[in-house]
């Protein structure tokens, strides 16, 4: 039986989770849908319409963390 290599292994292995989605619910709509990365509970996590809003918002204005306390921006102290 051939062997692959443990690099062959490991690229197999990354590019497997480079590919998994992950159903999340928006924290700004409540509506479900699916991201290329695993969330963490300490950030919101956006569908791609409400991600647009406040990526278009801009990073001047403080939003929500998930547990509805401001995150303060890199301009505020």
Partial sequence: ???????????????????????????????????????????PVFCRPCFRNVRDQGSTEKRPDVSGHPVPTSSTR
Wanted: proline share 7%; glycine share 2%.
């Fill in 1 to 43: 039986m051939p062997s692959s290599s443990l690099s062959t292994r490991r690229n197999q292995s990354r590019s497997h989770s480079r590919n998994r989605r992950h159903e999340v619910v928006c924290s700004d709509c409540g509506k479900t849908t699916t991201v290329p990365f695993r969330p963490t509970q300490d950030r």
